[in-house]
């Protein structure tokens, strides 16, 4: 593990020196993602101005989901181009690379990439709604903001493998392009918190396609009202979701070689 953590950073410092090479490139993708933002701000404006409620939520309760969700977007964002290359991987023959090295290819294949300029806009414009949001609230005891963080990370985690899941597909089909923006369409629903949503849409989205569960309970969380069959649930799914992509990556690895074409 130790190693595989070393190559990974090493990969992620020569993304981040290979980006900077064009600071151009790199400043205007994270103008472009402030302006997203501030496109954004007019829903904070709107919930805030109108004194939203839901659920018995109110606005700022509201601008602390949006920010925990921009959060998890720009963490995402940051690993997404390994990520979403890896198919590209493995029909190319490009994975035989990373077999061949005395490390985890799963890891380091997905890790091989990253976009800097885009996740530190999305970081620090959630980090920034969240705490403006958490600050006009009563106050926030220590150990919900401490779990808030953790979902964060679990949060980050969950995304990396209902993400990369359909990737390993390619193991089996040539392209999976279509369902990865099936499903980053998707990503877009916690935009808002998720008691918005019918109940039959909140079931959907938390036991079958997991994408409530991504965002939604670092939010409750950090507002001061975490939910523990949420919390479990986002735990429980997770787990589940890790035991299917091991089934799938074993058996996918069995049938591979180089450019996967038949």
């Known amino acids: 593990m130790k190693r595989n953590f070393k190559v990974v950073m090493l990969y992620i410092r020569n993304s981040i020196m290979a980006q900077m090479e064009y600071r151009i490139n790199f400043i205007s993708s994270v103008l472009f993602e402030l302006a997203y933002f501030f496109v954004k701000l007019t829903y904070v404006f709107v919930v805030v101005s109108t004194e939203m409620e839901i659920d018995r939520f109110g ?9 925990v969700y921009t959060v998890i977007t720009g963490l995402f964002v940051f690993i997404s181009p390994g990520i979403f290359s890896f198919s590209k991987k493995v029909y190319s023959g490009e994975l035989d690379f990373y077999l061949t090295k005395p490390i985890s290819p799963l890891i380091t294949a997905s890790f091989s990439k990253c976009n800097l300029g885009s996740s ?19 106050k926030i005891r220590i150990q919900d903001l401490g779990l808030g963080l953790l979902l964060i990370c679990v949060g980050l985690i969950l995304s990396y493998f209902m993400f990369l899941l359909p990737q390993l597909l390619s193991f089996w089909v040539l392209k999976v392009d279509k369902l990865n923006s099936t499903l980053w369409s998707l990503w877009d629903f916690n935009n808002m ?18 994408v409530f569960l991504i965002t939604n309970p670092a939010g409750y969380s950090l507002v001061g009202n975490p939910q523990l069959w949420l919390t479990i649930s986002m735990f429980v799914v997770t787990m589940a979701l890790y035991g299917v992509f091991l089934v799938v990556w074993k058996r996918g690895i069995k049938r591979y070689h180089s450019s996967n074409i038949s």
């Open 59 to 67: 606005p700022y309760h509201i601008v602390v989901f949006i920010g």
């Open 120 to 138: 530190l806009a999305n970081v620090g414009s959630g980090i920034f709604l969240t705490a403006w949001g958490i600050s006009k609230l009563d």
């Open 193 to 210: 918190p998720m008691m918005i949503y019918p109940n039959s849409i909140r079931f959907l989205g938390i036991y079958l396609i997991p």
